[in-house]
């Protein structure tokens, strides 16, 4: 160990007093259950609506795991979110029956109207768009969520006059 890491603190690990209070907590929640990766990272999500960098090596290092397996886990499932989230966050259904209800020239409208991609947040960080593979919403599809929020047979029209309030 060079001097520069000796000196350093343990624990300054880029994680804030709450942030690493949350943690902690999501891995107490969840010690000794056998495999207790997925749903420690959840509960995080849960606490801090994101699942933060420097939360990976903290993670890893409490359920001795390695810190790429920890990644892994985090990018491979969309549905974790690797930086905070916007003030609301609309999720757009691209699964089966809303794909048969054309929901990708709705998720094109999305896009355009808001200036963002899938998974990425407003300037302003008044919203974010994410996709979702079924809201179990089929029988009304295309379907969407806003801030938890179901909506069902959603139009261009009708999602501009959903998000108008939020504005
Ligand atoms: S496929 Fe979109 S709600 Fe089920």
């Known amino acids: 160990m060079n001097a520069d890491r000796a000196l350093r603190d343990p624990h300054d ?5 709450h942030a690493r209070e949350q943690i902690e907590a999501s891995l107490a929640a969840h010690a000794g259950r056998p ?3 997925l749903q420690v990272l959840h509960e995080v999500q849960d606490r801090l609506g994101y ?3 420097a939360a990976v090596p903290v993670i890893a290092e409490a359920l001795n795991v390695s810190r790429a397996e920890v990644h892994g886990v985090v990018t491979f499932y969309h549905h974790f979110r690797q930086s905070p989230a ?3 966050v609309i999720q757009l259904c691209q699964a089966e029956a809303c794909r048969a209800m054309h929901c990708e ?4 409208h ?3 109207k808001l200036g963002i991609g899938l998974h990425e947040t407003t300037a302003d960080g008044r919203y974010t768009l994410e996709p979702v593979y079924c809201l179990g919403n089929c029988a009304c599809s295309p379907a969407m969520m806003i ?3 179901l909506y069902g047979r959603v139009t261009p029209e009708s999602f501009d006059d959903l998000i108008a309030p939020l504005s």
């Open 13 to 17: 690990d880029g994680l804030n007093d």
């Open 35 to 37: 495999g207790p990766l």
């Open 51 to 53: 699942v933060p960098a």
């Open 86 to 88: 916007g003030r609301h």
């Open 105 to 108: 020239q709705l998720t094109q």
């Open 110 to 112: 999305a896009q355009r």
């Open 147 to 149: 801030d938890g929020r």
